[in-house]
């Protein structure tokens, strides 16, 4: 069996383990391997073969893997739909009280109730949002005592 089968081999056989560890560890060694096979096709001895598989194995592990876990790494999903407008402040349209109200909130209008049945929050009073429930927010007054 010629010596770039086999290195084109274990670079198969390491990129298939990578699947299992997710490290990128193996991948890079598997491109190593693979310098490896491109030189051994060329005919280059078993010394050669080696140190360039070494070589680019090193390289990989140094320069390329720590860009492709940049990459990698997930940030903070973005808050969106009506999850988003929590913390946002909402000016009182009509009377809000613990079972219903209105509230502009992000230019729209919207059914509100305050988080403590007993508030009861005037019209034109800029109130945070501090929940949705499907259609209603719930809102705090911050500055009622």
Do not use: K, Y
């Not at 198969?12 to 990578?18: F, M, N, S, T």
């Not at 913390?87 to 349209?93: D, E, N, S, Y």
């Not at 034109?124 to 501090?130: F, I, K, L, M």
């Amino acid at each position: 069996m010629p010596d770039w089968l086999l290195w084109l081999i274990a670079a198969g056989v390491l990129a298939a383990a990578e699947a299992v560890t997710l490290t990128l560890v193996l991948l890079m060694v598997a491109g190593g391997a693979a310098a490896g096979a491109i030189v051994a096709a060329f005919g280059a001895p078993v010394a050669l073969q080696i140190v360039v598989a070494l070589v680019a194995t090193l390289a990989l592990l140094g320069v390329v893997r720590p860009i492709a876990q940049r990459h990698l790494v997930q940030s903070d999903p973005a808050i969106t739909g009506a999850d988003a407008l929590v913390g946002m402040q909402a000016v009182v349209l009509s009377e809000v009280d613990g079972r219903d109200g209105r509230i502009r909130l992000n230019g729209g209008e919207w059914s509100a109730r305050t988080v403590d049945p007993e508030q009861r929050v005037p019209a034109g009073t800029v109130v945070r949002v501090v929940q949705i429930e499907g259609a209603t927010a719930l809102v705090l007054n911050d500055s009622s005592d």
